[in-house]
């Protein structure tokens, strides 16, 4: 399956976005999806895992309480609702599935192209 995620952008600190996600086969084949993000410099991220069959979700501490995580109805489409950003947020971020485990240890089964976010201070 490929995924791409688009939405990134420049904001100012304590701005908004969203991120979105898509999938190539109008469904997610991964049991998951989730959010990777990547600064400059730094390694991986884990940012948000959301399980497909069961609806649990969960959150890196760094950002729990501003990201929510979603996908609409037809299962096609991701979403990743970004509050009160902070310039620590910049980074590449990618659309990801796959177990559950998987995601959360950055090291998904399907990765997307990444979508940049900056956050000016």
């Known amino acids: 399956v490929q995924l791409q995620a688009y939405g990134g952008g420049l904001v100012q600190a304590g701005g908004s976005l969203r991120l979105s996600c898509a999938a190539s086969?109008?469904?997610?084949?991964?049991?998951?999806i989730g959010w990777i993000r990547q600064a400059p410099g730094k390694q991986r991220e884990f940012v948000a895992v959301?399980?497909?069959?069961?609806?649990?979700?969960l959150y890196s501490n760094s950002v729990k309480g501003r990201f929510t995580i979603s996908i609409n109805n037809a299962k096609d489409t991701a979403y990743l609702q970004m509050n009160d950003l902070k310039p620590d947020d910049t980074a590449v971020y990618y659309c990801?599935?796959?177990?559950?485990?998987?995601?959360?240890?950055?090291?998904?089964?399907?990765w997307g192209q990444g979508t940049q976010v900056t956050v000016s201070s």
């Open positions: 990801v599935s796959g177990r559950w485990r998987a995601v959360i240890a950055t090291n998904p089964d399907y």
């Open positions: 086969e109008r469904t997610f084949s991964g049991k998951t």
């Open positions: 959301l399980n497909l069959g069961g609806g649990e979700i």
